[in-house]
């Protein structure tokens, strides 16, 4: 949905009590021609009044805001039909977030002060289908949140795969977005989108990181599937 295909832009919500936050983030996004911020919210009340209010793309959600948080925010937000992706926003003294944001269905994780362009970038995997982590987090977090291997339940999860479903997962697990993979394997965005969450559903994960991560600790223990 890079502007989507009738050639919208990546309708967002930003939800940060900063409010000069917000609206560095809105110029940022909005330069690039290709973004449009729908509204922004001062707290997880506003940012599910906001989603419910107008169609979005993609929710950026900081964690800590007053009232209710961006966790609880990112909780209740997943549960509504037909939900944004979301993405959390955070920076590294609040590294312990990152693994609850990640079970409570986040699709992405960045740091408030990310270069623009991998911002901008970020949006639009997001609206495509895709999982984004910022490098730093990733360099810094991913081993802890990954654990040392794969279990043999995972293991096994993952060999019962089709062959095709393998290739999905290997594609998701390097973050590429559902358009990207139908790219790659000559398949439509919707087959794609099928195939994830058939993917999802077999590895019980509940989101793209998570079996992204699962992906990850298979590997680590020499399954090449």
């Not at 209010?53 to 037909?82: C, E, F, Y």
């Not at 919707?190 to 992906?215: E, W």
């Amino acid at each position: 949905m890079q502007a989507d295909d009738r050639g919208e832009p990546v309708r967002v919500v930003l939800a940060d009590d900063e409010s000069m936050l917000r609206r560095g983030l809105r110029l940022l996004l909005e330069s690039s021609g290709t973004i449009r911020v729908v509204a922004e919210a001062g707290d997880g009340n506003e940012l599910l009044a906001a989603v419910r209010s107008h169609r979005v793309d993609v929710a950026l959600i900081d964690v800590q805001m007053p009232g209710k948080d961006g966790l609880s925010a990112l909780r209740d937000l997943v549960a509504l039909p037909d939900p944004p992706a979301a993405a959390v926003l955070t920076t590294f003294d609040l590294d312990d977030y990152v693994s609850d944001a990640l079970r409570h269905g986040a699709s992405g994780f960045l740091l408030k002060d990310a270069d623009p362009a991998m911002l901008v970038r970020a949006v639009h995997d997001l609206a495509a289908g895709g999982a984004v982590l910022d490098p730093r987090i990733t360099a810094r977090l991913l081993p802890r949140l990954r654990g040392t291997t794969g279990n043999s339940r995972e293991i096994q999860l993952v060999r019962g795969l089709s062959a095709r479903e393998r290739q999905v997962l290997e594609l998701l697990a390097d973050g590429r977005s559902n358009a990207d993979i139908g790219l790659r394997l000559g398949l439509t965005e919707a087959t794609v989108k099928s195939y994830v969450s058939t993917v999802l559903s077999k590895l019980g994960a509940q989101n793209r990181v998570q079996a992204a991560l699962i992906a990850q600790r298979v590997a680590d223990v020499g399954n090449h599937w």
